[in-house]
C-alpha cells in the first residue's frame, strides 16, 4: 500500500496568492482528517471528512480556508488569499471507520507551507 | 469534552536509559488510547495502540498499559537508543461511531537521546 499521499511536499509562495493542498488517502478509508501544525499551537485538527462529507469543520481557523473531498480518493485543502502567519505543515491523515470501530489513523508526510 | 495531557518535554536522556513519558486523558465512556511517534520531517506513525482497560500496546521495544483506574496511559521504553530521538504524542478517540474516528492529541513531548 502506498499510504497516504500529499502534494506538493513543500510549498513557497508570496502573501495574498492561492494555495492548494492536495491529499490521496489510503485506499478503503472512508474518514479523511486535515490537520495543521506549527510551533506555537502544535497538531491542530482543521476539518474532517466521513464518507466524503464534511463532519466537523470547526477548527478551520478562517473563511480563507476551504476544504473539499469530491470523491473517495481526493482531498484538497485551499487557502486563499494565503498570509505569512498560515505557514506550518499541514498533514492529511486517514481511515477505516466503521461504526463503533477502533482502527488506526494514517497520516501523509505532510505539506511545509511557507508564505513569504 | 475529551483531552489529553502529556509530561512537558523536552525530555533528554542518555543512551540505554529508561524512558517514561506520562500521558492521562479525560473522556467519557471507554475510549481507545494511542501513542504516535513524529521522526524529524516526517508525518505522524502509530507506535502502539490499546482499545480496553488493562490492554498492553507494545512495539519496537515501547509499552504502554490503559489504566482506567487513573486514566494514564503512560509510554515506557527500558533501554532508549539515539534513533528513538522524535516527537511522541499520546491520542485519544471514542469509542462510539459517531466520532468517525476523530482523535484528540497531546501536545507532544521531545524525547532527545545523546549516545
Known amino acids: 500500500d502506498a499510504g497516504v499521499i500529499q502534494s506538493p511536499r513543500h510549498e513557497v509562495t508570496e502573501m495574498g496568492q492561492e494555495v492548494t493542498l492536495r491529499c490521496k488517502p489510503i485506499?478503503?478509508?472512508?474518514?479523511l482528517f486535515w490537520y495543521r501544525q506549527t510551533m506555537m499551537r502544535g497538531l491542530e485538527l482543521l476539518i474532517y471528512?466521513?464518507?466524503?462529507?464534511?463532519?466537523?469543520d470547526s477548527g478551520m481557523p478562517e473563511d480563507r480556508f476551504s476544504a473539499k473531498m469530491p470523491n473517495a480518493s481526493f482531498s484538497t485543502l485551499k487557502i486563499q488569499p494565503s498570509e505569512p502567519r498560515d505557514s506550518a505543515v499541514y498533514f492529511c491523515?486517514?481511515?477505516?471507520?466503521?461504526?463503533?470501530?477502533?482502527?488506526?489513523?494514517?497520516f501523509g508526510p505532510g505539506t511545509r507551507l511557507t508564505v513569504l | 469534552g475529551n483531552s489529553v495531557t502529556q509530561m512537558e518535554g523536552p525530555v533528554t536522556l542518555s543512551e540505554e536509559a529508561f524512558l517514561t513519558i506520562n500521558c492521562t486523558y479525560t473522556?467519557?465512556?471507554?475510549?481507545?488510547l494511542f501513542w504516535y511517534v513524529q521522526y524529524p520531517g516526517e508525518g505522524l506513525q502509530l507506535l502502539l495502540k490499546?482499545?480496553?482497560?488493562?490492554d498492553k500496546g507494545s512495539n519496537k521495544g515501547f509499552e504502554a498499559t490503559y489504566r482506567k483506574e487513573t486514566t494514564s496511559f503512560h509510554l515506557e521504553k527500558g533501554s532508549v537508543q539515539v534513533s528513538d530521538s522524535a516527537v511522541y504524542f499520546c491520542?485519544?478517540?471514542?469509542?462510539?461511531?459517531?466520532?468517525?474516528?476523530?482523535?484528540?492529541f497531546g501536545q507532544g513531548t521531545i524525547l532527545t537521546v545523546h549516545p
Open positions: 491523515a486517514s481511515s477505516l471507520e466503521i461504526s463503533g470501530g477502533r482502527d488506526t489513523q494514517y
Open positions: 485506499s478503503g478509508h472512508n474518514s
Open positions: 471528512f466521513n464518507n466524503n462529507v464534511p463532519i466537523d
Open positions: 473522556a467519557t465512556g471507554y475510549p481507545s
Open positions: 490499546a482499545t480496553k482497560a488493562d
Open positions: 491520542a485519544l478517540r471514542d469509542a462510539g461511531g459517531t466520532s468517525y474516528g476523530k482523535l484528540t
